[in-house]
């Protein structure tokens, strides 16, 4: 659904990406992890059409949004969510009307249906009861999940997710998680999170990719990630690794194994150290 | 040598780029007010900002403008003997020249600057890429508005401004310093023409295309020319009202002389 194909990118002499290549099929959900400064919501705004890249190419269902203009890239648009890591609620807005504007600018929807879909979305997000607060008067977490709301209303077909739960407490950002993996339960969407912390999201999503030195430095499942022997990938890992043993599934019963993750390679992960010494280690 | 050379080989470059950026902004945001829909609703709402609520400081602005010419245009007419013609005197000024001026540089401080702050922070916080990612025109939501209301608003501030103007002249001229009602009225209806009062009217017009063109663009690229964070907005607000007063005034000099 989504490609990215060797794109080059930099800003201000800085060379940020080198040749990043990625896929995902429709229907699954990549996290993309990777040290802070690396290019990771760069990445995601490449995806969204907002950057263009120097070289290379990002297509949507075959078509590039790098290139498009006017009426195509809204109708590319019109298919794309974007959960922006502080929300971009506009804040001289009520909850409800940032909830709502997208179905007043876009659709030709009653104002009565327009807010019976908005109260749903608003529930969904369980933050009914806080519908007229302006975004400055609720929390962090409100905030996320509130932009969540204005994301889903148009019911997407592709989800990007810029550090969903960045700057909340576990808790909160947990309940985000939970709350993401509820609504792709119900939409199916496919997408990409942004995340540093790949051991609250692993257990939601299908397939992980590790963006390091400009390239895609690694990519598997999440089993893969947790017993690479990849030097970077465990630096990265680090202490995490015993949390991702830990980690199951919203829902999931005490004393059951991981849900099992599809994984094309075959349970072994892709590195860049691997692929350039040309061995195929075993994992 | 070569290096302060390639540094001002850099900048140079660097303001030539801005001035064009700036440019395409102005043709950007004429084509699309030609080209419906227009968002009607914010262009209301920004006249209510721009506009009404800058009517009580136009009020004073325009009331102590007028009196102060009032005492000053006396005391020099006088020494002339001709302290009858205070109300041509006042009544032109104000119309020509500082109506138009002094009301779009009060604008300038106090919408220009808001304006400039709101689409900073707009575009620090990602709102304007969260527009954008829906499929929306920053343009036409944030940009057009701002063009339309100021130009329909400044015109009408500077009407006020004159009339307040004039008034606050004939209170100082006529009721303080014994100017007769008729002989202010009577004269300034006899020196002040149509056109004097069309030239003032195409003034504050341009001015508000100036106002809402700098103040907008430093706003919508607050972090590419201005810095990032809340300096980066403050530093823009200040660019802003800093570049419009500025070129107020220098437009105003090239009006006068095209129009004289």
Known sequence: MIQIENIHKSFDGHQVFRGVSLGIAKGTVLALIGRSGCGKSVLLKHVAGLIKPEKGRVRVDGEE???????????????????????????SMTLFENVAFPLREKTRLSDRLIQERVFQEIENVGLSGSEYKYPSQISGGMVKRAALARSLVSDPEIMLFDEPTTGLDPVTGQSIIELIDACRQRIHFSGIIVTHEIARVAPVVDRIAMLHDGVIWAEGTASDFYASEDPMVKAFMGERTNDMHQMQRPGEQEGETERPLSSETGGRLTTQSTQRGGINEEI | ?????????????????????????LMRAAVLMAIPPIKFGRVLKQIRFIGLQSVVVIFLTGAFSGMVLGFQGFYSLSRFGSDAFLGPMVGLALIKELGPVISALMVTGRAGSAIAAEIGIMRMSEQIDALELMGLSPYRYLVVPNFLAAMISL????AIFDVVGIFGGYLIGGKLLGVGAGTYFGEMAGYVAMSDIMEGIYKSFSFGVIIAWVCCFKGYYAGVFSGFGSEGVSRATTQAVVLSSVLILVWDYFMTSILY
């Open chain 2, 155 to 158: 015109p009408l501030l500077t």
């Open chain 1, 65 to 91: 949004i790098a290139g498009a203009r006017g009426k195509a890239l809204t109708a590319l648009r019109a298919r794309l969510g974007f959960l922006f890591q502080g929300g971009a609620l506009f804040d």
């Open chain 2, 1 to 25: 040598m070569f290096g302060i050379i390639r540094k001002f080989g850099a900048s140079t470059i660097e303001t030539i780029w801005k001035m064009g950026t700036m440019g395409l902004f």
